[in-house]
């Protein structure tokens, strides 16, 4: 059975992330892993402790933690009675870290399919560092992570699109989404931003991805777009403005590529101001 990892802080906008996950879990039979980090307070440096169970670094503090976390377990029944998500299989770990290192070692030892981030947006200073979690594991994680700014239900997400760059793995990006979009029962629209100073890159898209894709894929489900902007950044808002997806992919690659089109700094402004689902997959060369 998949894994869906669910990081929480016992906040409002937490049950909102976690009705989403749920959601995805029965879409997908997959179980969810509630995760709460406790971080190390001062005196004790962020880095002077590994990632452990909560309950071997403070057994006092793990008992209040394991309460809380019951009593967000308890308001999450209501939600999973009425939309018939009771059979979702639904385990807790409680563990002590920085909040990011937390999120991607349980990420991995648990084999999460997918990480649920939830953000609060970047309305002010102390909700971009709220915020800067969910930027950081978008950025860091190796697992797709889904970044949720607002209660959405999966059945709205008519039509996703994501933005490819044609550099590095591109096919199995793309694969990965129009898998997810017929899971999801939505359409999918493959959109290559460029530089506008950027010449015959129109024709070498089209012919890269359609050649690949026209012969296994319903060609009405899945549309192909070129756009050209000042920069990517620009284009990518442009588009998401004009054409309101319900939902958009990015891909991300190690930095050491010199040429990566969505670099950290795309990726974590738009993790931090997004209004709708944001899906950030890992890619490789």
């Not at 024709?203 to 070129?226: C, G, L, Q, W």
């Amino acid at each position: 059975m998949k894994t869906i990892l669910i990081p929480i802080d016992f906040s409002s906008h937490s049950q909102i992330t976690a009705h989403f996950g749920l959601e995805l879990a029965k879409r997908i039979n997959a179980r969810v892993v509630l995760l709460h980090v406790v971080s190390p307070s001062n005196p004790v440096p962020a880095f002077g402790i590994p990632v452990v169970e909560l309950s071997t670094w403070n057994d006092s503090l793990s008992k209040e933690m394991t309460g809380a976390m019951q009593y967000f377990q308890d308001q999450l029944s209501d939600f999973c009675r009425q939309q018939n998500l009771d059979s979702v299989p639904i385990v807790t770990r409680l563990v002590a870290g920085t909040p990011a290192d937390g999120i991607l070692e349980v990420a991995e030892t648990e084999k999460a399919s997918f990480i649920i981030m939830g953000t609060v947006g970047a309305a002010n200073v102390w909700d971009q560092v709220l915020g800067s979690v969910s930027a950081t594991i978008a950025k860091r994680s190796n697992r797709p992570v889904w970044i949720v700014p607002q209660e959405v239900k999966l059945d709205s997400l008519r039509q996703i699109a994501y933005f490819a760059d044609m550099d590095g793995n591109e096919m199995s990006c793309i694969n990965q989404v129009v898998n997810l979009g017929e899971r999801l029962q939505s359409a999918l629209e493959v959109v290559h931003v460029a530089p506008s100073t950027d010449e015959g890159e129109e024709d070498a898209f089209i012919e890269t991805i359609v050649d690949s894709f026209e012969d296994d894929y319903d060609a009405n489900r899945i549309r192909f777009r070129h756009l050209t902007a000042e920069s990517i950044s620009e284009g990518v808002e442009s588009y998401v403005r004009t054409h309101s997806p319900d939902a958009i992919v990015l891909a991300h690659r190690d930095r050491t590529f010199i040429k990566n089109l969505f670099h950290t700094s795309l990726i974590r402004h738009l993790s931090l101001t997004t209004k709708r689902p944001m899906l950030v997959i890992p890619k490789q060369s």
